[in-house]
């Protein structure tokens, strides 16, 4: 792959978030030092760094692609008030993966799940918010 100045603000912006973002938030973000780039080239480029394997996208039912600069099998948190997306460490994924394999017929050879629930800065919005209907 031939070097490009957009696809390295793309992933300079990108290899350093936790949230995964979408291609618009992405776009939105990059276009501050890039303002001629195009939503469609910002797009392009997740998907070639993505077929090269520098990042993995991620679909959590949003309808929406949010893009993830960590490749590797992991798991993820969603937020279901705001619908951050975030990594998440589990202490023990073999004996996850070994339980499922226990449990199924076939081979299992990885796996990632989503766990759902409220992020810290929405349960801290929401604590204001009820703290000053008091």
Not at 48 to 69: N, W, Y
Not at 97 to 120: L, M, V, W
């Amino acid at each position: 792959m031939r070097y490009s100045k957009q696809r390295e603000a793309i992933w300079n912006y990108l290899k350093e978030r936790i949230d995964h973002p979408t291609a618009d938030q992405i776009y939105e973000n990059v276009r501050k030092t890039q303002p001629n780039i195009s939503l469609g080239t910002v797009y392009r480029n997740l998907m070639q760094l993505r077929d090269i394997g520098r990042l993995r996208t991620v679909e959590v039912g949003d309808g929406l692609i949010h893009f993830d600069p960590n490749p590797s099998m992991h798991d993820h948190f969603i937020c279901t008030e705001c619908g951050r997306v975030d990594d998440i460490e589990v202490s023990d994924p073999e004996k996850i993966k070994q339980e499922a394999s226990n449990r199924f017929p076939g081979r299992i050879d990885g796996y990632s799940a989503y766990f759902y629930g409220t992020c810290e800065e929405c349960m801290t919005h929401k604590r204001m918010r009820a703290s000053t209907n008091l």
